[in-house]
């Protein structure tokens, strides 16, 4: 069940001293039902009611909401019990799946976005590029529906890609997720004016590739620009692919030696090496968008303004099919793999420069015992001891904050006591 208010539905009525007319109602509160001051606007349908009865409707579902909200969020997202994937989830009446990949650039609110639409906090979130590694999946299930939301790393663009190098799985992990999509969520930051006015050249391609499954733009972080550049930016994004070739000039090469550039710690995978040099001498960029977008949502993931319709529209848009996950399941990571993501968010929050993308984790120690105490004990593997010092910190005192904030969020993920050691270790 989702956290937000607005997507909670199905509260029972019968213990409600209404009118009749609410009488044979199982599902009062549904996307975008507001009371208003004539009636109540109820499954895209106005219900005229007088105002007592209007008022007495609001108090019950809000307290009803209420309550379904503190159980909901005290549920545990994952059962620390939990070793194995059940082969077959439970398949209700007629039920009825969707899988959408949101895609975009680094920082555009991917995660962000999912956590709102899940209501909790199932992938980690993080200021800095690329918290998302590998594919994380969110599970909405509401009713008969069953919606999995793909979130996928950033798309890296050719030119980063070159400059740094980076792993196999950040750059495939998009396309990836768009394989297995009903439908594409395109997710632009348009807080940033630099890249808002455009689509990249590899969210195009992916567009491009996969242009027989529906795709859709939303506009996040809305709520840092005027509404009047909004109308300016939809036509832009949503307009046909035109591509700019690059300006060529005769460079002399220099004769003065340049300093080594600094070396950086995102991880390296050789095999893209030469896979990067075929594209040395293609377009550096193509301004433009995708005129074949089905709807455009204006949200704000921080906020929570306007989600309510992109989930409105997700919902409608289930077809029917098998559930891959049960009723209860909010993210398809594994008890261990979800304490090594949270684990990893705070050492992004907490360390310098790109130090925690070169850190390897490892489960030592994962026992559930009587009374219910979850005990967990992670390693931190460096490959110096410079890179230990920094994440041990002055006195220890960084990585005790690192394990504080990091057995917070996990308390409140499992609802349950945890302990939590975590050990830096030097592995060369």
Request: proline share 5%; charged share 25%.
């Amino acid at each position: 069940m989702p956290g937000t208010l607005s997507w909670l539905s199905t509260v029972q009525l019968e213990s409600m001293s209404l009118p009749s007319k609410f009488a044979n109602l199982d599902a009062v509160v549904h996307f975008d039902g507001r009371c208003i001051r004539r009636g109540l606007y109820y499954h895209n349908s106005w219900i005229s009611v007088d105002k007592s009865a209007r008022l007495q409707f609001v108090r019950h579902i809000s307290h009803k909401l209420d309550e379904m909200k503190n159980d909901f969020e005290s549920t545990p997202i994952i059962d620390p019990k939990l070793t194995f994937q059940p082969k077959r989830p439970q398949q209700p009446h007629a039920p009825k799946t969707l899988k959408v990949a949101i895609i975009g650039e680094p920082n555009a609110g991917k995660s962000t976005l999912t956590n709102l639409i899940v209501g909790r906090k199932v992938v980690p979130v993080c200021r800095k590029p690329q918290t998302t590694r590998e594919r994380a999946c969110g599970i909405v299930t509401q009713g008969s529906a069953q919606i999995t939301l793909l979130d996928s790393p950033g798309v890296i663009s050719r030119k980063t890609r070159r400059k740094f190098q980076m792993s196999k799985a950040l750059v495939t992990g998009p396309r990836d997720c768009a394989i297995e999509a009903d439908i594409l969520a395109v997710l632009v930051d348009a807080g940033n004016k630099y890249t808002r006015n455009y689509l990249s050249e590899e969210v195009l391609e992916i567009l491009n590739e996969f242009d027989t499954i529906p795709s859709i733009l939303v506009l996040n972080k809305v709520d840092l620009i005027r509404k009047e550049i909004l109308l300016d930016l939809i036509a832009k994004l949503t307009d046909s692919y035109q591509e700019i070739k690059p300006i060529t000039s005769n460079k002399v090469k220099s004769s003065v030696k340049r300093a080594p550039k600094r070396k950086s710690y995102i991880i390296v995978d050789e095999s893209i090496k030469d896979q990067d040099n075929i594209w040395n001498n293609q377009p550096a960029e193509a301004l433009g968008g995708w005129k074949h977008f089905k709807e455009v949502f204006m949200i704000s993931a921080l906020t929570g303004d306007g989600v309510d319709r992109l989930q409105e529209y997700l919902h409608l848009q289930a077809k029917p099919g098998d559930w891959q996950y049960n009723n209860e399941q909010l993210t398809s990571f594994s008890p261990v793999q979800f304490v090594e993501e949270m684990i990893r968010e705070k050492l992004l929050d907490n360390l310098p420069y790109d130090l925690p993308y070169i850190l390897k984790q490892s489960n030592l120690f994962w026992h559930v015992s009587d009374n219910g105490t979850l005990r967990i004990h992670q390693s931190i593997d460096c490959k110096r001891t410079g890179q230990m010092s920094i994440v041990i910190g002055p006195r220890g005192n960084l990585i005790k904050k690192i394990s504080e904030e990091a057995k917070t969020e996990l308390e409140r993920a499992f609802n349950c006591p945890i302990e939590l050691l975590i050990q830096v270790r030097l592995r060369k």
